[in-house]
């Protein structure tokens, strides 16, 4: 049996626009928008949303659920849940699990264990290795959005630093290949030299004097330079300095670069009151180089803003650059920081759209999600800007239970989420009986 939902009076932000209208929701797709009068629908359950506005579902294309092997910091099911109480309604997660997602065998696990578990959309990257190049052609480009390849190390040891291997990776991808861009080997010697001064375990103020601006820089060029010699779709991952913007530039279209909520929203300045809670890789940086990040959201040069959401247990964030781990959950509070930007003048809602929805559906191909138009699946955010709340522990979703977030005030709110038509999310009520979708690829 059919079963229909009437978002009625909302402001509907697609595709540059903001209209007045109402969506009708039949079964799990979009069945029209009425922009003006809407026809009586007795058959239709009706959610008056009193002029909130109704976005895409958001995609983060950049997510770290730990599942399988590392489950004590946070899971599928506890990770898409975080992720419907923000409104994002799809997630690709990272390769750097236990065991990694390096073989067609781990792939096809994690697929499986998604399906018993995740809350809301998924679909998962395939990880290079120096030695697995051998494999993409065999990869199904319906069901992989792409090959995720570590030029740095991080969490996950999966750094892939042999030259042949590179070039085979870079010429031999028929997928997008999303990088992380560190050069090791800068990022070596600036510990080293750190350690003799400070000790074996540095403050964390010098987290961005070790993993560098420059060593950011040497790594991105290079990804840069080897996608324009072998044609490759290069996706660089978090990117965090100024100079690095220069690389990006519209007569290069498949080389595009994603900019995450962290470095959007902190400096190195909050290192003083917040600690190892914001240590990532690469590094929160300087003022001026996230203002030049907030910039670039407007002007092309960043094409996607995703959250490389990353939890850890608070145990493993104690010490300082060496010891502490890098990565914090950030998902849950992913779109009301960027309502945050749009209330500083910073962007547009419309361009929180296609920065979170849009562009992400479009790099990847995604099939029939990031738009809301007539024969898409139903995933919506409906968001409203209201009174002021403060992120405090017991909202919090994810596993590990703490967020770089908590103290923060927020004046907007997610209201409701719906997956493949299904209101999974409504002002704090939560179905955890509800099951996502694979996400397909054209």
């Not at 929701?25 to 239709?44: S, T």
């Not at 660089?236 to 300095?241: C, G, N, P, Q, S």
Request: glycine fraction near 8%; charge should be negative.
């Amino acid at each position: 049996m059919a079963y229909r939902t009437l978002i009625k009076n909302v402001d509907v932000i697609n595709e540059g626009l903001s209209r007045r209208g109402s969506i009708l929701i039949d079964n799990d797709r979009i069945e029209e928008i009425f922009y003006g009068d809407v026809p009586d629908m007795c058959d239709a359950e009706v959610i008056d949303c009193n002029g909130a506005k109704a976005l895409p579902g958001i995609i983060d294309d950049h997510v770290h659920f730990r599942e399988p092997g590392l489950t004590q910091k946070a899971d599928m099911e506890s990770e898409s849940r975080a992720a419907a109480y923000g409104g994002v309604t799809s997630f690709f997660d990272m390769p750097n699990t236990v065991p990694q997602t390096t073989t067609l065998e781990t792939l096809q696990q994690k697929r499986e264990l998604a399906a018993k578990a995740s809350h809301v959309n998924y679909a998962f990257f395939f990880g290079a290795t120096n030695k697995n190049a051998g494999l993409f052609d065999s990869l199904d480009r319906h069901h992989v959005p792409g090959i995720k390849l570590f030029m740095g190390a991080s969490t996950g040891n999966m750094l892939v630093d042999n030259g042949a291997a590179l070039e085979k990776i870079f010429s031999t991808a028929r997928l997008p290949v999303m990088v992380h861009c560190e050069n090791s080997e800068m990022i070596s010697h600036n510990m080293s030299m750190a350690k003799e001064r400070y000790g074996e375990d540095p403050d964390m103020t010098f987290h961005p004097e070790i993993r560098s601006a420059e060593a950011c820089y040497s790594s991105t060029s290079f990804a840069v330079e080897l996608a324009r010699c072998y044609g490759t779709h290069l996706h660089v991952a978090h990117l965090t300095t100024a100079r690095e913007l220069s690389l990006f530039t519209p007569d290069y279209p498949w080389i595009t670069a994603e900019a995450v909520i962290a470095h959007l929203m902190f400096t190195e300045e909050d290192y003083l009151h917040l600690g190892t809670a914001i240590k990532c890789n690469p590094a929160v940086k300087s003022r001026t180089d996230r203002d030049a990040l907030r910039k670039a959201l407007t002007d092309g040069r960043i094409t996607i803003v995703g959250t490389d959401h990353a939890p850890h247990l608070l145990t493993d964030k104690e010490g300082g650059c060496a010891r502490a781990a890098s990565g914090m959950p950030m998902i849950q509070f992913s779109l009301v920081s960027m309502l945050q930007l749009v209330d500083e003048g910073v962007l547009t809602i419309e361009r929180v759209v296609e920065l979170m929805c849009h562009a992400p559906a479009r790099l990847f191909e995604v099939r029939d999600r990031g738009f809301l138009r007539p024969g898409m699946k139903a995933d919506v955010a409906i968001v409203r800007r209201g009174e002021p709340w403060q992120v405090k522990k017991d909202l919090i979703q994810s596993k590990c239970g703490w967020s770089p977030m908590e103290g923060r005030n927020f004046s907007w709110h997610v209201e409701h989420t719906f997956c493949n038509g299904h209101h999974i999310y409504n002002k704090g009520v939560f179905d955890s009986d509800y099951r996502g979708e694979e996400i397909l690829f054209r």
